[in-house]
């Protein structure tokens, strides 16, 4: 029974890492209709940046993070108009491959600019690890917790209570009929852009504590964060939280009944029979466009 | 009117998406060689038709039969080879294919190459080719795009593009050919060619289903008429009679004529 | 017409393109008296195992120069040509084809792993060139070939060390786990292999991805079986999560580690959760709390000074398989007059020589050339190394 | 009559490479652009005719190369025996595999094919008794056929390239027929192509058996060149390259499935130069060629070569 639970706890943790990099997949798809595979890169440089300004830099918790958000978003934006928004057929297809070789890109200036070796950042509290029935849930994945929930229910208040959610998604759903009625789609793409990789940057931060970050963390991560949005329904915050802890949950069971060489296996097999049942996630939000 | 058996029958067809009720106990029947106009306001249901005839989706209530059988099993490439061919609304032809190649695939249904033959290219298969890419040259004659034959379709005026499109339809040799607003966006002269040729096929013994909302050319080349509103069926008749229904009349104006 | 003056374009750009490579100058060549040797390098200087590749590569041109500050050999200087791999197989049998057809090599030096360096075995087998690898892995090895040799420690040594420390306190059951790749393969294999000989039964072993977030799971798992120790072979920051996760479960059951974290990068990650944790290293970590009469003092103090004073980094622990295959390579170099019989077999005769990892002893059937004293266990307390005697 | 030259140029082309050419490096690399080529192609069926994505077809790759050397090593056969074995194993995956995942669309089906890929890989990795696990596949042996050996450089080159022509001459014939004709119907517009008749997914599927076979081809004749696997090889990475080289040469383009295998092969070793910056200056190029090039290099450069000869 302890065991059990701690397999569950182990799912918990590691599906909430999964969890609030799915957001950042699904909140740009939401407002951009737009996968970025270098999403996992922005949760790399925010990680690391996150090491420079807390390391170096010696500033508090708190100001190191806001700092560190502010700058990922800044390279967001920057992205957006110089590698996206310069593309003149944008086919998805083609945005992709832009997405990959940003990925790379950027993996290249991660690795430049800190070198090739992991840090560690200090986990937010010293909380001893929680202790429920013998079975232990570490304080910073409570954090992790509780942070993603709070920024699944700002987004959802965001997208379907502010005049500026609401826009970001009616971009999404057709840009032209936006624009139309008067919405500078141009400036919301740009800020969903933004808004993700300040997402990316805040989830590499409050989950290094528990991984560790170095240059090339960002390619794994990325590579579940996609499974697990995915797996819940693009687009849709609520599936990516769902799918998150979902595939976190099924690796732990995995390790735990079957092997644990075999926990990635038994995870995407379980993935692809839910897609097989469900073909657009467990919350399919919107239709999903074909290439 | 032809007194055959028919050969499509709707029976007490309904189909809703989500809350909305988009057809609801609609039938009618189609007889041989005869072009039968499908007419009502915007919303009516008439797409929605289409697609169920066609196999797009399924009807949740109701049949379909095609020559006597039901289609409601038959995907779309299945009622295809059967015999009923459509066209699109907003013409979809293969842009990046020439004239000749889009009807080269719209025979697709009554060729039989498969990967083998397409590799080896046995002597049956160079026949076969032969003979579709003669009979694809005489629909373009037909049309009157026969020196277009290599231009790629998308770079064709957009009234020659349905005149394509109807003939790629033509290509796969229906019994059934369902023309879903086929002169829309085209100038008078062309719905007049148009209208004359649909006579044309109508006299080679292929039944047509006609979505229109050029009220003329519906009239005039109409053996019979079918009116939905709000996805019921309110009138069907000859476009005489169908002119002077009053019930028609509400639809289209909203309120009863002032007769 | 159109189309084939298209085609016909085509063709020509791809050939401009196709012949462009063949202009790429391979190298330059250096003015001395006598030709240089040219000696090729191929590492992971990048991608997800360059914390290897990276110090090989800096110790290959540290070794380079120091030997040709002192003249070369027999006058001839060293020139090192060197290729990053990426932990690619492709990539290294591409490279290592360019290192043999191009640059013409007289010996190569890396890759840093094991499947690289067993991808370019058989190139280097047909092009009978001698090749000394840095990677761990004991299927380099045996069955020996007459080419191949290697200067890192094989696992065999690290489990025999970390099991005869193990048996000395009397431990009896472990528990494994190791990183899904090929250096955790390798040393599961040997760990699994050389239990019964010391008296030890392994009652579960487990496996972790090298990006992994969270290894509680596994190490529930293992917990349930009660071992006396759990022995955990990887390479950064995969153990160091789990000595973290070890310590928040309250677990107290010794650790072990692998000579894979051999490095105060470890120390740094895993903060308080590596105090007590137990693993083999090459000595060149503990070069300080050598004694004296140690005979690999003296060079791995003058190698980490050399190291410190040229690239302005702390030396790695790593860094020192491909500066033993330069300076044994040299000790074959000389009298050879570049002729790769006679390399190989100066390196098959070569003894007592004392290098970064151990002393090596070479000799027709034995290619590593190490001894079990290429190994010392270490302690880590109050954050620091400790020596085990 | 136009192929005929064309395709005797190419001949030609190869002939010459591997007469002239006696530096083996430049031999090797050839081959591998050779053996990325069948991927390519293979993948470009899929992609740019069928208009469906894979992101997970290292995995049939793998296949092939795994089969090969399992077969010629723990099985003794003759790799010529063993070729259409390693074929067959890839197009029955295919098969099972393609039939539920093709229904998927979008980004669904890139993350269906995605995870087969991923599981395929953890099998290749975990299941060590038979493949050799991580550390990889030795001593998979060199081919010959009866007085010929393959493990010289030229012969390789030839017998690789000779498959590239092979596999053109046979992926333009599908393309030029009836079947090619439907694939380019789904491309331009699914519905319309059921609506002639198409049996749209059968068609999908055998286009997708298709172009597993032939990356397992690709994955026998990688096996039989480096006499050494690994699961390394045939990761997700590879499954990206390969679409990479698909969508920079040109979607839907047979010569462009050479010219992207060609760029993506050899830029790795151009930008050896680069050391330290190989990563930042490779991912810069991808970025620029899909921002200005966005339908891949072949189409590319035609419309420039258009557009300037207009403005001359």
């Known amino acids: ?291 | 009117m032809n007194s055959d058996h028919p050969l499509l029958i709707v029976e007490n067809v309904s189909k809703a998406f989500g809350g909305v009720q988009a057809l609801s106990d609609v039938s009618f029947q189609l007889f041989p060689g005869t072009i039968t106009g499908l007419i009502g306001p915007n919303g009516a249901g008439k797409t929605t038709l289409f697609n169920l005839i066609t196999g797009i989706f399924p009807a949740d209530t109701g049949d379909i039969l095609f020559k006597g059988s039901s289609t409601l099993n038959n995907t779309v490439h299945e009622l295809v080879q059967c015999g009923i061919a459509r066209t699109f609304q907003n013409v979809e032809l293969f842009e990046s294919m020439t004239a000749l190649e889009n009807i080269l695939v719209g025979q697709h249904a009554r060729t039989r190459c498969g990967m083998w033959g397409s590799v080896f290219r046995f002597p049956w298969v160079r026949h076969e080719e032969g003979r579709a890419t003669k009979i694809a040259f005489e629909l373009l004659d037909f049309i009157g795009l026969k020196e277009h034959a290599l231009r790629k379709s998308g770079d064709l005026a957009f009234g020659w593009q349905r005149l394509l499109e109807l003939a790629r339809a033509l290509a796969s040799g229906p019994r059934l050919l369902l023309l879903d607003e086929p002169a829309a966006g085209l100038n008078m002269v062309e719905t007049m060619q148009l209208g004359d040729l649909i006579r044309k096929v109508r006299d080679q013994g292929i039944t047509i289903l006609l979505v229109e909302h050029d009220m003329s050319l519906t009239m005039e080349i109409s053996d019979a008429i079918v009116v939905l509103d709000q996805g019921k069926k309110i009138a069907q008749g000859s476009p005489r009679s169908i002119q002077e229904d009053e019930a028609v009349m509400r639809a289209y104006l909203g309120t009863s004529p002032q007769k | ?389 | ?312």
């Open chain 4, 1 to 312: 009559m136009r192929v005929q030259i064309l395709y005797s140029f190419f001949i030609l082309m190869v002939a010459l490479a591997g007469h002239f050419i006696s530096n083996a490096y430049y031999l090797q690399v050839l081959t591998f652009i050779g053996i990325n080529t069948l991927l390519a192609l293979g993948l470009n069926m899929l992609m740019g005719y069928a208009g469906q994505i894979s992101l997970g077809h290292a995995a049939f790759y793998g296949i092939g190369a795994y089969a090969t050397a399992i077969l010629t090593v723990h099985f003794s056969w003759s790799p010529w025996l063993a070729l259409p074995v390693a074929i067959a194993a890839a197009v029955m995956v295919a098969y099972i595999v393609g039939v539920p995942t093709l229904k998927l669309s979008g980004y669904y089906l890139g993350m269906g094919t995605l995870g087969f890929g991923m599981i395929i890989n953890i099998i290749f990795r975990e299941w060590s008794s038979v493949t050799g696990g991580a550390s990889g596949f030795v001593g998979i042996p060199a081919l010959s056929l009866g007085p010929v050996s393959f493990s010289s450089r030229q012969n390789y080159l030839y017998l690789v390239w000779g498959c590239v022509l092979l596999c053109i001459v046979l992926c333009r014939r599908i393309i030029d027929s009836r079947v090619g004709r439907a694939l380019r119907a789904i491309h331009d517009g699914e519905k319309a192509a059921a609506a002639v008749g198409v049996d749209t997914q059968k068609l999908k599927l055998q286009v997708f058996v298709l172009s597993a076979g032939m990356s397992a081809l690709a994955g026998f004749l990688y096996a039989h060149l480096v006499c050494f696997i690994s699961p390394e090889t045939f990761s997700f990475i590879m499954s990206i390259r390969m679409v990479t080289m698909v969508v920079i040469g040109g979607m839907a383009s047979i010569w462009g499935s050479l010219l992207g295998a060609s760029l993506l092969t050899l830029l790795p070793e151009w930008l050896h130069a680069f050391s330290e910056f190989e990563m930042v200056v490779y991912g810069l190029i991808l970025m620029i060629v899909m921002i200005f090039l966005p339908k891949g290099l072949t189409r590319g450069i035609l419309d420039i070569v258009e557009r300037s000869r207009r403005s001359l």
């Open chain 3, 1 to 389: 017409m159109m189309r084939t003056k298209k085609i016909r374009l085509l063709f020509t750009a791809l050939t401009l393109l196709i012949a462009a490579t063949f202009l790429i100058p391979s190298s330059v060549l250096s003015e001395t008296e006598k030709p240089s040797y040219k000696i090729g390098g191929l590492f992971s200087i990048t991608g997800p195992t360059s914390f290897l590749g990276d110090p090989e590569k800096k110790s290959m041109e540290l070794a380079v120069e120091q030997i040709n500050k002192a003249g070369g050999i027999n006058g001839h200087m060293l020139e090192a040509v060197i290729y990053d791999d990426e932990g690619d197989p492709s990539k290294a049998v591409n490279a290592a084809s360019k290192l043999i057809e191009s640059d013409k090599v007289i010996a190569i030096v890396g890759p840093s792993l094991t499947p690289t360096t067993l991808a370019v075995m058989p190139m280097v087998q047909k092009a009978q060139i001698p090749f000394i690898s840095c990677a761990a892995g004991n299927k380099i090895v045996q069955p020996v070939d007459p080419w191949v040799f290697k200067t890192a420690q094989s696992d065999i040594l690290a489990v025999a060390a970390i099991y005869a420390h193990l048996k000395s306190q009397n431990f009896k059951k472990i528990g494994l786990l190791t990183v899904a790749n090929a250096f955790g393969e390798s040393g599961k294999e040997q760990l699994v292999n050389q239990a019964a000989p010391f008296g030890l039964t392994v009652v579960k072993a487990e496996t972790f991805g090298d990006k992994d977030t969270d290894m509680t799971a596994q190490i529930t798992k293992i917990r349930q079986d009660n071992p006396d120790a759990i022995v955990c072979w990887g390479t950064n920051p995969g153990p160091a999560v789990v000595a973290k996760n070890i310590q928040q479960l309250g677990i107290t059951i010794p650790l072990y580690q692998s000579h894979g974290v051999a490095s105060p990068k470890f120390i740094e990650l895993a903060g308080t959760a590596a105090e007590g944790i137990i693993l083999p290293t090459g000595k060149i970590l503990v070069t300080s709390l050598l004694p004296d009469t140690d005979p690999q003092k003296k060079v791995l103090m003058d190698y980490t000074a050399a190291y410190d004073a040229m690239f302005k980094t702390p030396v790695s622990g790593f860094g020192g398989y491909s500066y033993d295959a330069i300076q044994i390579l040299a000790k074959a170099l000389n009298g050879s007059d570049g002729d790769k019989e006679k390399i190989r077999q100066g390196i098959e005769n070569l003894k007592g020589h004392v290098g970064i990892s151990g002393i090596f002893n070479f000799s027709p059937t034995e290619h590593n050339g190490l001894g079990s004293d290429a190994f010392v266990m270490v302690k880590i307390k109050n954050g620091k190394w400790e020596l085990i005697e």
């Open chain 1, 1 to 291: 029974m302890q065991e059990i639970l701690q397999y569950f706890f182990s799912g918990i943790t590691n599906g909430a890492i999964y969890a609030v990099i799915a957001i950042g997949f699904s909140m740009l798809y939401n407002s951009t209709d737009l996968i970025n595979f270098a999403h996992g890169e922005f949760v790399m440089l925010g990680a690391l940046t996150m090491v420079t300004f807390s390391g170096p830099f010696h500033l508090p918790l708190l100001p190191a993070f806001i700092a560190t958000v502010c700058c990922i978003s800044i390279a967001g934006l920057l992205f957006e108009r110089l590698a996206i928004r310069t593309v003149r057929f944008p086919e998805p297809i083609v945005l992709i491959i832009i997405t990959v070789g940003a990925s790379i890109f950027l993996r290249g200036i991660g690795m430049l600019a800190w070198g090739k070796d992991a840090y560690s950042i200090p986990p937010f509290s010293t909380h001893p690890p929680l202790d429920i029935a013998g079975a232990k849930l570490l304080a910073q994945s409570l954090w992790i917790l509780l942070i993603v929930l709070l920024m699944v229910a700002c987004l959802h208040f965001f997208f379907k209570k502010t005049l500026t959610g609401k826009a970001m998604e009616a971009c999404a759903i057709d840009k032209r009929a936006a624009w139309i009625v008067g919405i500078p789609s141009k400036l919301m793409v740009m800020l969903a852009f933004g808004l993700s990789t300040g997402l990316g940057a805040l989830s590499g931060v409050i989950i290094s504590p528990i991984t560790m970050c170095s240059y090339d963390m960002g390619t794994m991560l990325g590579l579940k964060g996609f499974c697990a949005a995915m797996l819940g329904g693009l687009g849709s915050l609520w599936g990516s939280l769902i799918g998150g802890f979902l595939l976190g949950i099924l690796e732990a069971l995995g390790v735990g009944f079957v092997s644990s060489g075999l926990k990635d296996a038994t995870a995407f097999f379980l993935l692809l029979f839910i897609l097989y049942a469900r073909p657009g996630g467990i919350i399919s939000a919107l239709n999903v466009k074909r290439f």
